[in-house]
């Protein structure tokens, strides 16, 4: 309470909503969190795990809401479903109705990007779908989707930028166009062979017809599919313009400069959902190249060019697209301007984006009041 001229002032102190991610320690969810109106709990420690795993999330037990009921307001879930069954997430539903906690759950991955078949992902995201209090989505055309599996609306939320607030890089100049897909641990939804097979074809019928390009498929040193690697590297053996680079797995700051080289880079996703990449290459200016798969193309669909792998004139005139004029090239004052932009627009939405998280988690808490 606090006086002025003899009136006296109530002042109400608001404290910030404790959120239990699934999972905290993750740029995402970083970037979404609103730093006074929220409070992350950390991620639980797994037993056994090393020093920063946060899967299979300890969040998502009966035996730890239980345990930790009085220290969270509620839980939000973005990823790391694939640890439970969907009778196990029941479960946790079930728990979290027994102790009125709400639930918010993000619908990143309508086809989980860690798995070969899709069944039990979906049947997971369907119980949690079903029992959330405020379901969140990335874009109108995943709304629809999810829309049609639970039938009911979701509120769409755009992805905002994962950049600090750092100078961004804006390449190099170089006197050759340069296509760039990095096709990291070759996991189940990155269809690495095919996509290199289709580039090296393009590439090939571009600089045929005169152009002035190359093209760079970069892999981690530690891959899940070492055949698949070595297919990779026998289609680019001998291959004028096109390059296999292997090494270790790139930290954030070194992704972001490789990427920034590039004047287009190619996503190589047999399936999927959202794509963070889509998001960093946004920021860094570079367009997009992708297949049809989940709704990465409306993540920001001005950038975003398509091809089908196994078709390299689709891909050769989504390159052709992708590199024209129109765009900047990378080392170029029109590219710094550009990222320049995109950094100022991007900084305001991410303020919005974390309004309009902070709006979610204080809706679901009414309404939890309310019953």
Request: aromatic share 6%; proline share 11%.
């Given at each position: 309470m606090q006086s002025r001229g003899g009136e006296k002032i109530v002042v109400t102190v608001v404290p910030p909503i404790r959120v239990a991610a699934v999972p905290s320690a993750h740029p995402y969810v970083t970037a979404i969190t609103d730093p006074e109106g929220?409070?992350?709990?950390?991620?639980?420690p797994?037993?056994?795990?090393?020093?920063?795993?946060?899967?299979?999330?300890?969040?998502?037990?009966?035996a730890w809401l239980e345990a930790n009921a009085e220290n969270f307001d509620?839980?939000?879930?973005?990823?790391?479903?694939?640890?439970?069954?969907?009778?196990?997430?029941?479960?946790t539903v079930a728990t979290l109705r027994r102790l009125r906690r709400p639930l918010v759950y993000t619908v990143h991955d309508l086809e989980n990007p860690q798995l070969n078949t899709q069944a039990t992902h979906r049947a997971s995201l369907a119980v949690l779908a079903a029992a959330a209090d405020e379901l969140i989505t990335l874009t109108d055309t995943a709304d629809a989707e999810v829309q049609g599996i639970a039938h009911r609306a979701t509120t769409v939320i755009t992805h905002p930028t994962l950049l600090g607030d750092d100078p961004r890089p804006t390449g190099s100049a170089h006197d050759v166009t340069r296509i760039g897909v990095h096709?990291?641990?070759?996991?189940?939804?990155?269809?690495?062979?095919?996509?290199?097979a289709t580039l090296v074809r393009a590439i090939a019928d571009l600089r045929a017809q005169g152009a002035r390009i190359e093209a760079v498929v970069r892999m981690n040193e530690r891959v899940r599919d070492e055949d698949a690697a070595a297919s990779?590297?026998?289609?680019?053996?001998?291959?004028?313009?096109?390059r296999v680079e292997r090494g270790p797995?790139?930290?954030?700051?070194?992704?972001?400069?490789?990427?920034?080289?590039?004047d287009a880079c190619v996503l190589p996703y047999r399936h999927g959902t959202q794509s963070g990449w889509a998001e960093l290459c946004y920021d860094l200016a570079v367009p997009v190249i992708g297949t049809r798969v989940g709704h990465i193309a409306a993540q920001h669909p001005g950038d975003f060019h398509t091809f089908d792998v196994g078709e390299p004139v689709s891909l050769t005139r989504a390159i052709v697209d992708a590199t024209d004029e129109a765009w900047s090239r990378p080392g170029?004052?029109?590219r710094e301007a550009e990222v320049g932009r995109r950094r100022t627009e991007r900084a305001a939405e991410r303020e919005d984006v974390r309004a309009a998280h902070l709006a979610v988690y204080r809706r679901a808490l009414a309404a939890e009041v309310a019953a």
């Open positions: 929220v409070r992350l709990l950390a991620d639980p797994p037993p056994g795990a090393p020093a920063g795993q946060w899967w299979p999330p300890q969040v998502l037990l009966p509620l839980v939000h879930v973005h990823f790391g479903i694939e640890s439970y069954t969907p009778m196990e997430l029941e479960e096709l990291r641990d070759l996991r189940p939804n990155i269809d690495g062979v095919g996509t290199t990779i590297d026998l289609l680019s053996a001998g291959t004028d313009g096109v797995r790139l930290d954030d700051d070194e992704l972001a400069a490789w990427l920034s080289d590039l170029s004052d029109r």
